[in-house]
Every structure is written in structure tokens, then in C-alpha cells.
């Protein structure tokens, strides 16, 4: 098993020296931007700390792919911050914002085939595998975003099909890394289901407590304003329990109108006094524990050494615990 150590400064090693074409400029400074502008690179270093389960080290069979990983996760915030209007990622100008949409639709297109390039570095013997893995989940984010969007203009969006959405656009891509890495390390099938299955459950558990961060987050540390969700009416995990618990006025709450500083925070008040009233905070907590439980019980599954299972469990709650 490889050290977490050494993970953690061959990740670092692997983005600050990520290189793009150097020209044109105005099409891949954008991306440049992107990745300089950070994050937690959750999805390369799931899938290093899967690879490195079964292996002794590093080579770029799987740094290359663990790095298309980001790049393409890199490429769907890209586009989703068009989608939401939203002005901010992590504490900086979104791609639209500080360049224009056309830029960032473009910008972002090049980014999603730069991934498959990555992806396309792994092993000659499990490439058809990594690709079906990869091309699969690429489909399937895609069918998440669209899921999402529809959800925008339907106020009848239960819990069930909720998690089906972020299932499909945040699980399976945190799944895919922790089986990709699996499969490029070597193990078996039965342990890469394990793997993805933990990877998925981790993914549901991160999403929700995205949600809950969104009402109840510190702004310095969640890297975008707080409340976004609720100023812009998305449906969340919180906002779907507080109506299944019978909110009173919560669609009124949520549709009210926002355009001044002051109206947008008495917005945001209102809506998360609804969200007290039932009890959806605490229910949300109670939820990531939940499925963060399911995921190392599948990570168990997978029978790997104790020392392997508190690398699992370690990144399990580097992700979930911020919500506590």
C-alpha cells in the first residue's frame, strides 16, 4: 500500500505542474485559471488512494487518468456556474464572469476532451475497461445536470428522486474514481464493486452536506455565499425534507422575490426559520452520517487490510465532517 504521505505530495506534484496548449490563449487561460484557482481535488485523490490499495507506486499509467478526473470535474463547474448564474467559485470569478459566456461554454468544451486524453493514458490492458468506466459516467453527470435543471420549474420533486439526481451528477463521478483507481491498481471485480459502491455513497453523503453547507456554511470556508441555493429557489435536500415535513409557506418563502441586499437577507432568514421549525437541520446531519455509514460498510465488503479500510475511512471523514 502506498503511503498517504507520498499520495499527498504526488498530488501536489501532478497540479502545480498541469499544463495546457499554450495557444490560443484566450481559449485555454481559462483553464489555466480554473485549475490555479484550486479546490480539494476529492476526485484524483480518491482515485490515487484506490490505485495505491494495490500497488507500491506511482507512474503516470495512473496519474495521467487520476488527473483527467479533475479536468473533467474542473470542465462540468465550468458549465453549471452558466447554468446558475452564479458569480462566484471558490472565492473567485466564475469563467463567465470574469471572461463571457461564450468563452466559458468553449472553454469548457476543450476542457471535457483534455479530461478524455488524460483518461485515455491508463493502461494499454484495462483501457477498454477505464473508458466504458469513464464514457458511462461522463453520460451520466450529464443526465444529473439535466435532472437538476428540471427540476428548477417542478415544486412536486420528492426525496426519492432527489437522490436519484445527485446520484447521477456527483456520486458516479466519485464513485468512478475510487473504481478506476481500483481497476488500474489491479484488484478484482468484487473489490472494485466495493470500491464504487463506497465511492457512490461517499458522493450522496457530500452532496447532502453541500446542501446543508449552503444554508448553514461560513462563506471563508464554503467559498461562496451563503444561501444560494434558497435566493435562487433550487431544490436541495433541505428544502425537499422541510416540504415533506410540512413546512408552512415554504414554496411562498422560497418564490419570494429577492433583488436588494436587504430583501435577500430577510429571504434567507425566513427560509431557514421554516427549515428550524421542522427539524431539517439535524435531519440533514442525521442523513450524512447515514449514508457515510453505508460507505464504509461497503468499503468493508471489499476485505482489505485494516490499514487500507482507515485510509477509506480517514478520507470519508476529511470529506462529510466539515458539516459537523
Known sequence: MIQESILEQTLKDLFAHIEFQAQPAGLYDPLRYMMAIGGKRIRPRLCLLSYGL??????????????????????????????DRSALR????????????????????VMCIDAFKRVSKAPAAVLPQVLDLFTKTASEVCDGQQLDMEFESRSDVTMP?????????????????????????GAGETRQQALYNYGYNLGLAFQVADDY????????????????????????????????????????????????????????????????????????????ARLS???????????????GLAALNGFANSLVGRTF
Open 54 to 83: 494495490f500497488a507500491d507506486e506511482f507512474t503516470p499509467q495512473i496519474l495521467q487518468p487520476a488527473a483527467g478526473l479533475e479536468v473533467f470535474h474542473t470542465f462540468t463547474l465550468i458549465h453549471d456556474d452558466i447554468m
Open 90 to 109: 471558490r472565492g473567485q470569478q466564475t469563467i463567465w464572469k470574469k471572461w463571457d459566456e461564450d468563452t466559458a461554454i468553449l472553454s469548457g468544451d
Open 161 to 185: 428522486e432527489y437522490m436519484q439526481m445527485i446520484g447521477l451528477k456527483t456520486g458516479v463521478l466519485i464513485a468512478c474514481s475510487a473504481r478506476m483507481g481500483a481497476l488500474i491498481g
Open 213 to 288: 453547507l449552503d444554508a448553514y456554511g461560513d462563506q471563508k470556508v464554503f467559498g461562496k455565499p451563503i444561501g444560494g441555493d434558497i435566493l435562487n429557489a433550487k431544490k436541495s435536500w433541505l428544502s425537499i425534507e422541510a416540504a415533506r415535513l410540512g413546512a408552512p409557506g415554504l414554496v411562498e418563502a422560497l418564490n419570494a422575490p429577492a433583488e436588494s441586499p436587504e430583501e435577500k437577507a430577510a429571504k434567507i432568514a425566513r427560509v431557514k426559520a421554516l427549515y428550524e421549525q421542522v427539524g431539517v437541520a439535524d435531519a440533514a446531519k442525521r442523513e450524512i
Open 293 to 307: 455509514t453505508l460507505a464504509i460498510r461497503e468499503a468493508e465488503s471489499a476485505a482489505l487490510p485494516s490499514e
